[in-house]
């Protein structure tokens, strides 16, 4: 169990959807932290000593352990602080579906919202319909519920709604209009934004990531 003295630090970048699950998780739980920001061309010492294997962020250091992936970082919150606004179900098969969700997001989504701004001609275009079937599949998961666990917020919506402040850039180089093709997915999003200041407070402006999108676009050489 956490005690109130924890010292715990954040390594992460601000644009990061995988950093901003683990910020969504703190605020959640209302756990006080240090947030340190990386420069990602000229990582920290520490970030290289805490995450020596994939030298990325986000890592948490919890009393000077560090743990690194994002997915396992949530999770490792909702245990060490579990008096609190849990994330995961109480159920096994509950909370073994929720995993499943989360990595389909981070092996499938993650890379194929990458594609649409980092490709053209028939690559693009596949990645752009393999990123609509993939939405569809994850809001036919949401379904008419308020949120993916159901009543409450919780770590699939932690893992997904970072996502939502990149959708400007999605929609940009990707040539679509998301509320388009998955209206209640957009609706869950609001909803998030709406009900949990956990998530207005963390998610930057989306035009804030479409700049950042734009100055990446031109330094890997696909903009002028």
């Given at each position: ?76 919150i909702d ?66 519920k308020p ?78």
């Amino acid at each position: 169990m956490a005690k109130q003295e924890d010292e715990v630090i954040l390594l992460d970048f601000w644009a990061s959807m995988f950093g901003m699950r683990v910020r969504i998780a703190l605020a959640e739980k209302g756990i006080p932290y240090e947030y340190r920001e990386e420069d990602l061309k000229n990582k920290s010492q520490l970030l290289l000593e805490s995450n020596p294997v994939h030298k990325k962020i986000p890592v948490l250091i919890h009393n000077g352990k560090p743990v690194s992936e994002s997915s396992i970082i949530v999770e490792y919150i909702d245990e060490v602080w579990k008096d609190k606004a849990p994330l995961f179900p109480s159920d096994p098969y509950a909370k073994a579906h929720a995993r499943f969700w989360a990595d389909f997001i981070d092996k499938k989504l993650y890379q194929i919202g990458r594609n649409l701004y980092t490709t053209k001609g028939e690559e693009h275009e596949a990645a752009r319909e393999e990123f609509i079937s993939c939405l569809k599949l994850i809001e036919g998961e949401l379904g008419d519920k308020p949120y993916f666990g159901g009543e409450s917020f919780g770590y699939l919506d932690v893992s997904l709604i970072p996502f939502y402040s990149w959708f400007q850039a999605y929609e940009t180089y990707g040539n679509m209009i998301i509320e388009h093709e998955c209206p209640k997915l957009i609706a869950w999003a609001k909803r998030c934004i709406q009900n949990k200041e956990s998530v207005s407070k963390t998610l930057p402006d989306l035009e804030k990531i479409l700049a950042f999108v734009q100055h990446l676009r031109k330094r890997f050489g696909i903009d002028e």
